[in-house]
């Protein structure tokens, strides 16, 4: 009797009657159906795509700190070469007492102070004022020393106070820009006491103004007290606890 080949027939047959399908294990089937639920998944690509923007958000963000700290620290090298290189090129002022003339009881007597410049460049637009004038010692405060000087000064008073001296020419290394100043005769009895030198001297004070070849303003102050070795054996001049100061930059 002939065998029915019609379950082994219709067994290779697809859904749509068409032949020649290969046969699909049970584990296989498996595996290929979980792969297509998963990819398929809307939560599983709404998640996915919300992690790689979250990492690359983060990785925007490191990357523009370490760029943003970069430059600053460029930006702050850079401040601190050109501050180094000012330093270094400018002109620095400063002043040297040059002593007093004619110092007596009965005649005018004359003091200078003498603004020299060390650096590589000169120093520009000069400018200073001078003021003399005899006073306590110790100073029993700390005066600006701008306004020593009364309003209504006694006749033998030249009051030099803070005259400006206008040098427009710069002020180069080994010249020097020299400030003037007097006082009329200072009579006797002040005269004694400034030559004692216990309980007087004779101040002179004053201001130069000045810039660099970069053009930045500076300045410096000086204040001495001359007492009569000071003058006469030209010993080195004491210098006041106050009014002796500069720009600092």
């Given at each position: 009797m002939p065998e029915d080949n019609s379950a082994q027939s219709n067994a290779a047959v697809g859904p749509e009657g068409h032949g020649d399908i290969a046969p699909v294990s049970r584990?296989?089937?498996?595996?290929?159906?979980?792969?297509?639920?998963?990819?398929?998944?809307?939560?599983?690509?709404?998640?996915?795509?919300?992690?790689?923007?979250?990492?690359?958000?983060?990785?925007?963000s490191v990357y523009t700190g370490i760029t943003i700290l970069i430059l600053c620290n460029s930006t702050s090298q850079l401040a601190v070469s050109r501050d180094n290189e000012k330093r270094s090129l400018r002109a620095y002022a400063f002043p040297t007492p040059g002593g007093v003339e004619n110092f007596s009881a009965d005649k005018a007597l004359s003091?200078?102070?003498?603004?020299?410049?060390?650096?590589?460049?000169?120093?520009?637009?000069?400018?200073?004022?001078?003021?003399?004038?005899p006073g306590e010692y110790p100073l029993q405060h700390s005066p600006s020393l701008n306004v020593?000087?009364?309003?209504?000064?006694?006749?033998?008073?030249i009051v030099q106070q803070q005259e400006a001296f206008q040098n427009s020419?710069?002020?180069?290394?080994?010249?020097?820009?020299?400030?003037?100043?007097?006082?009329?005769?200072?009579?006797?009895?002040?005269?004694?006491?400034?030559?004692?030198g216990k309980t007087y001297r004779l101040y002179v004070w004053g201001r130069v103004d000045y810039e660099d070849v970069f053009k930045d303003p500076h300045w410096f102050t000086y204040c001495y007290a001359y007492k009569g070795a000071d003058v006469h054996e030209r010993q080195e001049v004491e210098t006041c606890f106050v009014h002796n100061d500069d720009d600092h930059h």
């Open positions: 584990g296989e089937a498996e595996e290929n159906s979980g792969k297509c639920k998963c990819s398929q998944s809307p939560y599983f690509s709404k998640r996915t795509k919300d992690l790689i923007s979250l990492f690359t958000l983060i990785a925007v003091t200078t102070v003498i603004a020299k410049t060390m650096g590589a460049t000169p120093a520009y637009k000069i400018r200073g004022g001078i003021s003399v004038q020593i000087v009364p309003k209504a000064a006694p006749p033998n008073v020419a710069f002020l180069s290394p080994g010249n020097t820009f020299i400030l003037r100043g007097g006082y009329w005769a200072l009579g006797q009895p002040t005269f004694d006491k400034i030559n004692d």
